[in-house]
């Protein structure tokens, strides 16, 4: 075991800098940045509900879909991880990213509270440690199911830790970006960019994060959730936090330099 996690260790080490090309040169398709999109939840896993009846898992996917046409309307190859109400495996998510060799990874989730009047919006980056909010991470990492035990997956878990970890400074200003534009643009309150060890976000070789965009247990943000302008206001919000994120890393963008995981 020991000789094998030397091995994969290396392979590990041979991510490298690159310089990211501009969203909107010409060229081929796979030259263009890629950005996958991860509606929470979906099938038999419906996530928090609102006072009138939306589901999370509902709202996260219409969101979604209008996140992945704004992005590819600004240049940018996106695609989301699921398209209908399915479900999808939390630790299956950002090994799909990994397979796509996608240069960004957002998992989109509405945020639930027993006191009705919480709201706003909350962008995190993964924790190795206990992180914050922990009845948020419960909530969202409910769905995990058993995690890895033999001695293979253990192997591949230090690596999934060791894979966000080269990116958790990136990732740090992706949820900066993303949530000063919901400020500004979508209007949500602010709550801050937080650190929470999310499953989700495991195993992402590239920057990810987890936007909490509003709270959907507050009737009034419900009410914004269901509204079609609201969401593409959200959606707005997100494409510009990406924009923002990539020119302030003026092509120092860390990008794979050897295939991603299969």
């Known amino acids: 075991m020991i000789r094998l996690l030397s ?12 310089p990211a090309p501009n969203p909107g040169e010409a060229g081929p398709r796979s030259s263009r940045l890629k950005i996958i999109v991860d509606p929470g939840h979906g ?19 219409d969101i979604a879909l209008a996140v992945v046409q704004k992005l590819r309307g600004a240049g940018f190859e996106a695609a989301s991880t699921r398209s209908e109400d399915v479900f999808i495996p939390l630790w299956d998510r950002a090994k799909a990213a990994n397979a796509q060799g996608a240069d960004l990874f957002i998992s989109l989730h509405l945020n639930a ?20 909010d922990a009845e948020v991470v419960a909530t ?23 894979a966000q970890k080269a990116f958790l400074q990136d990732s740090e200003r992706l949820a900066v970006a993303i949530q000063g534009q919901l400020n ?33 247990s507050n009737p009034k943000e419900e009410a914004k959730l269901k509204d079609e302008a609201f969401r593409a206001r959200a959606a707005e919000a997100i494409t510009q936090g990406v924009r ?19």
């Open 7 to 18: 091995l994969l260790l290396t392979t590990f080490s041979l991510l490298a800098w690159g």
């Open 140 to 162: 969202e990492n409910a769905s995990a199911g058993q995690g890895p035990g033999s001695p293979d997956t253990i192997v591949a878990s230090i690596l999934e830790d060791l």
């Open 184 to 216: 500004r643009l979508a209007g949500i309150k602010e709550r801050g960019v937080k650190q929470a060890p999310f499953i989700v976000l495991r195993g992402a070789a590239m920057p990810a994060v987890l936007v909490e965009v509003a709270f959907i």
């Open 113 to 132: 509270a027993r006191a009705r009047s919480a709201r706003g919006s909350e962008v995190y980056f993964l924790s190795l440690g206990e992180g914050d």
């Open 43 to 61: 099938g038999d896993d419906a996530g928090a509900r609102g006072p009138k009846g939306l589901k999370e898992k509902q709202a996260a996917l």
């Open 244 to 262: 923002r994120y990539f020119a302030e890393a003026n092509g120092g963008v860390r990008r794979k330099a050897v295939g991603g995981p299969g």
